[in-house]
């Protein structure tokens, strides 16, 4: 017979493991017990300040762990746990998920920890029980001896309340974030998992530990797949959901869930426009409950493992409903961003799923860099870069502007201040006089103005990555950076330096449709830098960028561009409904994200196409007067309109039917 044996951590006492055939048997415990404790990776520096804490006067006595789902608290407290009965530590375990929102409940798992000098309490899932958080510092916390230490761990951060009213001197807390690159690959490699899929495995899981195990595993047992396939095995979304989104997801409906996964930020508004039958401030009100979501700026971000997960499954399960969300979504925010909102540009490009244009121009490095005004010092440590990158005849041109013009400048800096890239944008109004002599910039600057009457332009003199993230996570950063520093809201036209030697910069132009003007190509020392230019279109960068979005859903230009080749009946339909705002919302031409927005964004086309469509002569004035009267500012009745223009009825009808045609072709022909 097989040897076997129980595991018991339950929440009403200590981690007991019990044998078949009494002491000295290996357990199947023990196993599990040794395979946890080879996999914990990193998290060094936090096991030592919690080993302090059981080690003579504890640096705390209660100390607060939190983080996001799968990022590896629970194994934090499970080698801790290792650690401290090595020592002699009695420990006592609690488990959020089993653990009754009871006070009493609590109260039982404790009672022995009471009759041990230096209990060691370990409370994990907490966010589950942060119910219990007041009766814990009022009651049961305050009856434990003085030497106990408690390691609680949560996916939120403490309450304020942890540190007031005399706990401020005892409690600490302990965020935890993404593992290291180096710790990442060690992580995979215990694994199994050593080949060349293991960096692009470490640049999809964003350092979570959780990820990079799952996404292993998968790899492991599935030799064609990568990261670039993403989220594509469904038993794989259903784990990572599983794991970090439990039973959480039951709270909110599927749209709400759809809106938070795909936008950027989810604000209370967004969810108005883009979900009509919601009620917004309830349903954003579910959103904040849901310990995956975090607040950001007026609205709400989910986690970015939870919302790749979420993402993934939604497309698979609902591609209809997700296709129709992330229409919405980019229709409002292209609205607002036209009206003057251009930090939503930001929100835009987060739509945006193309790789090449992520690469140059984005924002999700921001978990992990962010940008800055340059700072004393900046300049010597770029110096230093662009030596070790052998550039040291570009550091003598661009040395000036840093000491000149560093408004002109942003810099990319990581979580721990290290500067990380930077770049020099500006615009043809903003160039200072140093640009106007700089070889690369300045002869770039004098073909803008010689086009500026076709729009305006921003140019980028720089834009270098010094930390050779092939996602170009910092790169894309620093080209939006340039774009919201430029001064120039939406611009028609980009000027970029492209390196040819970096592969993802020229991905990045081809994928745009740039145009290399290689008349504007400068070489400085050994370096060759090329000009491309970026024709966003008549409508700026924002109309560009909606339109990537709605080519990755597969929408024809026509239902992208307002008033795009209507047929006439949209028209007459159009014009029936000129005085119904919920009717004429619905027109093929209509844009927008309100009701309203769409009604009036109808109205303002006929008009201006009323205004345009007939030529001079009297019987095309007489079409005009009749559309006018019948449809645009039209009288009690087409009876009364009749009268009006001293036609008979039948005459006028015919008249109005030919005007209705002669607006549709002319909207056809001007779109």
């Not at 009749?642 to 009825?649: G, P, T, V």
Request: glycine fraction near 8%; aromatic fraction near 6%; charged fraction near 25%.
């Amino acid at each position: 017979m097989g040897v076997y044996c129980v595991v018991s951590v339950n929440y009403l006492g200590r981690r007991q493991t019990v044998g078949s055939d009494g002491v000295g048997t290996r357990t199947l415990a023990a196993r599990v017990a040794e395979r946890d404790r080879l996999r914990f990776v990193g998290r060094e520096q936090e096991l030592a300040f919690l080993e302090r804490c059981l080690d003579g006067p504890p640096a705390a006595s209660v100390v607060l762990v939190h983080g996001p789902g799968g990022i590896g608290k629970s194994m934090l407290l499970r080698a801790l746990d290792r650690s401290a009965r090595e020592r002699g530590f009695e420990t006592f375990f609690v488990e959020g998920r089993e653990l009754p929102p009871m006070p009493d409940a609590l109260e039982a798992v404790l009672a022995d920890a009471r009759h041990h000098e230096r209990p060691l309490v370990l409370v994990d899932t907490y966010e589950r029980m942060t119910a219990l958080d007041g009766y814990l510092r009022r009651g049961l916390l305050p009856s434990l001896p003085e030497g106990a230490v408690v390691v609680i761990a949560g996916r939120r951060a403490p309450d304020p309340a942890w540190f007031a009213g005399g706990w401020e001197g005892i409690a600490t807390e302990l965020e935890l974030t993404a593992l290291t690159r180096p710790e990442a690959l060690r992580l995979l490699a215990l694994g199994g998992l050593e080949d060349e899929r293991a960096d692009a495995v470490v640049d999809w899981a964003d350092g979570s530990p959780l990820a990079l195990t799952l996404a292993g595993e998968t790899a492991a047992v599935d030799a064609d797949w990568t990261p670039e396939k993403g989220l594509e095995r469904p038993e794989l979304v259903r784990l990572l959901l599983r794991r970090l989104a439990d039973t959480e997801l039951g709270r909110v409906r599927l749209s709400v869930l759809g809106v938070a996964a795909i936008a950027r930020v989810t604000t209370a508004e967004l969810l108005r426009v883009v979900i009509p039958s919601a009620d917004p401030e309830i349903e954003f009100a579910a959103l904040q409950t849901l310990t995956f979501a975090e607040p950001l700026g007026d609205g709400i971000t989910i986690h970015e493992l939870v919302r790749k997960a979420l993402h993934a499954d939604l497309r698979r399960r609902e591609g209809v409903l997700e296709r129709e969300l992330r229409r919405r979504i980019v229709d409002y925010l292209f609205e607002r961003a036209t009206r003057g909102e251009t930090l939503l540009a930001i929100d835009m490009a987060h739509l945006i799923e193309n790789e090449a244009i992520r690469w140059g121009f984005g924002w999700e490095g921001s978990v992990s860099y962010r940008i800055d005004d340059v700072r004393p010092g900046d300049a010597e440590q770029v110096r230093a870069w662009l030596a070790k990158l052998r550039y040291p005849d570009y550091w003598e041109l661009t040395q000036a502007f840093f000491e000149q013009v560093p408004e002109r400048i942003a810099v990319a800096r990581d979580a721990d201040d290290r500067l990380c890239g930077y770049t020099i944008t500006m615009s043809a109004a903003n160039a200072p006089p140093i640009a106007e002599r700089d070889p690369l910039i300045g002869p770039r600057l004098a073909h803008a103005r010689r086009e500026a009457h076709l729009g305006d332009s921003v140019l980028w003199r720089d834009s270098v990555d010094f930390t050779g993230d092939p996602r170009g996570r910092v790169q894309a950063m620093l080209g939006m950076s340039g774009v919201l520093r430029s001064g120039v809201a939406n611009p028609r036209f980009a000027y970029l330096p492209i390196n040819p030697g970096r592969p993802g910069a020229l991905r990045f132009a081809q994928a745009l449709g740039a145009q290399h003007l290689e008349q504007l190509d400068c070489a400085i020392g050994t370096q060759q830098i090329q000009c491309y230019r970026i024709d966003y279109g008549p409508g700026g960068l924002f109309a560009a960028m909606r339109a990537v979005v709605y080519a990755e859903l597969g929408l024809a230009v026509a239902e992208q561009t307002r008033g795009a080749s209507p047929d006439v009946e949209s028209v007459r339909e159009a014009l029936r409904n000129f005085r119904l705002p919920h009717e004429l919302a619905r027109s093929p031409m209509a844009s927008g994200s309100t009701q309203d927005e769409r009604a009036e964004s109808v109205r303002a086309v006929l008009r201006a196409a009323a205004g345009r469509a007939f030529g001079d002569s009297e019987n095309e004035k007489l079409l005009q007067r009749v559309l006018i009267r019948g449809y645009i500012d039209p009288a009690v009745s087409h009876e009364q309109a009749a009268i009006d223009l001293s036609l008979s009825r039948a005459a006028y009808f015919r008249r109005l039917r030919a005007a209705a045609e002669r607006l549709a072709e002319y909207l056809n022909q001007s779109t």
